[in-house]
């Protein structure tokens, strides 16, 4: 990667290539985040409705 | 009772996108990694008595969907096992699941990685939990955990760095690496 202003060089370069372990934890990070940052899928969303609801009625039906 | 129920539920939503993240490293795979996260939910569902409000839901949860792994592993034997290849052949279908090429490469890199090795720098590199909170998830001493990271950290720069001249090299054999910022 080149940059072209010497601030950029600077900091860029020095963080990005001169130490792989930043390198390695940059790339890990960004590859979890990117399925964290997906919206929940809406089975999830469903299924703890259903567990909800479930439980919720069985706790009734245990009152009467 | 009613208002600590919803505080279980809000609480398990909030940490489900760090779970299905945690799962996808793992696994390596959506379709997969989802089944995983519904096992898991499922799991805490009925256990939730179990879980003190208050206390970390979310290593809470990465516990129980890592022992649910290894448990569905073992049942599976040798099918699972035999992950690393299938799982990296099967991303070459999905190339659309992750954003760069880049970090396609860095995937396929994880996941040559040993699965004890995989966890752990997942756990303290991506998850943010700590290395004594890690060593709690898996099950293991503060000092494994350490030398997990930093075994899986030598072998991710010594497979990233040979990459191309002889298609992942040999494994952990290679020279090590002295790894600066993992030690902690």
């Known amino acids: 990667m080149k940059y072209k202003s010497g ?15 930043a390198q390695i934890a940059a790339k890990l990070k960004a590859l979890y985040q990117s399925v964290q940052e997906e919206a929940i899928p809406s089975r999830f969303l469903d299924l703890l409705e259903k567990l909800d609801a479930a439980e919720q009625q069985s706790a009734l039906q245990g009152r009467e | 009772m009613t208002s600590e129920k919803n505080d279980f539920k809000r609480e398990m939503l909030s940490a489900l996108p760090s779970l299905r993240a945690f799962a996808m490293s793992l ?7 989802d089944d995983l996260v519904q ?3 499922m799991k805490a569902w ?3 008595d179990h879980f003190e409000m208050g206390t970390n839901m979310k290593a809470w949860l990465f516990t129980i969907l890592r022992n649910e792994l290894y448990s569905q592993m073992r049942k599976r034997g040798r099918e699972v096992q035999d992950s690393d290849g299938h799982f990296t052949e099967s991303l070459a279908h999905h190339p659309e ?5 880049d970090l ?3 995937r396929k890199a994880l996941e040559t990685l040993p699965p004890d090795q995989r966890e752990a720098i997942i756990l303290v590199g ?15 001493a503060l000092g494994t955990i350490k030398s997990r990271v930093n075994r ?17 090299g040999p494994d952990e054999t290679s020279a090590p690496i002295t790894s600066r910022a993992f030690v902690s």
């Open chain 2, 104 to 106: 396609q490469d860095f």
């Open chain 1, 7 to 21: 601030a950029g060089r600077a900091t860029g370069t020095t963080l990005w290539t001169e130490d792989p372990n």
């Open chain 2, 126 to 140: 991506a998850s943010g939990f700590s290395y004594e909170e890690a060593a709690t998830i898996c099950g293991c």
């Open chain 2, 46 to 48: 009925a256990k939730q």
């Open chain 2, 39 to 41: 096992d898991t939910i």
């Open chain 2, 152 to 168: 899986a950290r030598q072998r991710l720069q010594d497979i990233l760095q040979v990459k191309g001249e002889n298609d992942y």
């Open chain 2, 97 to 101: 699941q992750y954003g760069s090429l």
């Open chain 2, 27 to 33: 696994i390596g795979r959506h379709d997969r990694a």
